[in-house]
Nanobody, 121 residues
Framework: QVQLVESGGGLVQPGESLRLSCAAS????????MGWYRQAPGKQRELVAT???????NYADSPKGRFTISRDNAENTVYLQMNSLKPEDTAVYYC???????????????WGQGTQVTVSS
């Protein structure tokens, strides 16, 4: 019904930048929050950043000041601009979106398949 397709991951050196994107498609009546989570090896999945339709954002402490989340409501797309990347940013990054598929249904969270970000020299 709903798919979230991520792109932009890859291998970069410390200090470099990367931009992730995630497009939601399928049966979408309305999108609420969108965001990014990440999971490093041996760690739990953790919040990176979220953004509401009107633009309000929330960041975890670690990426705050280095990462910027944004969205294009017309394209149902959320972005994550990652600057000054550090080795500890290495993780699988997962896109999520709270999606209402019918006007009489509640919002439910949908997740992307994840995209690998590796920061290494």
């Amino acid at each position: 019904q709903v798919q979230l397709v991520e792109s932009g991951g890859g291998l970069v050196q410390p200090g470099e930048s990367l931009r992730l994107s995630c497009a939601a498609s399928g049966t979408i009546y309305r999108l609420n929050a969108m965001g990014w989570y990440r999971q490093a090896p041996g760690k739990q999945r953790e919040l990176v950043a979220t953004i509401l339709p009107a633009g309000s954002t929330n960041y975890a402490d670690s990426p705050k000041g280095r990462f910027t989340i944004s969205r294009d409501n017309a394209e149902n797309t959320v972005y994550l601009q990652m600057n000054s990347l550090k080795p500890e940013d290495t993780a699988v990054y997962y896109c999520y979106a709270a999606v209402q598929t019918r006007s009489w249904w509640s919002f439910y969270d949908y997740w992307g398949q994840g995209t690998q970000v590796t920061v290494s020299s």
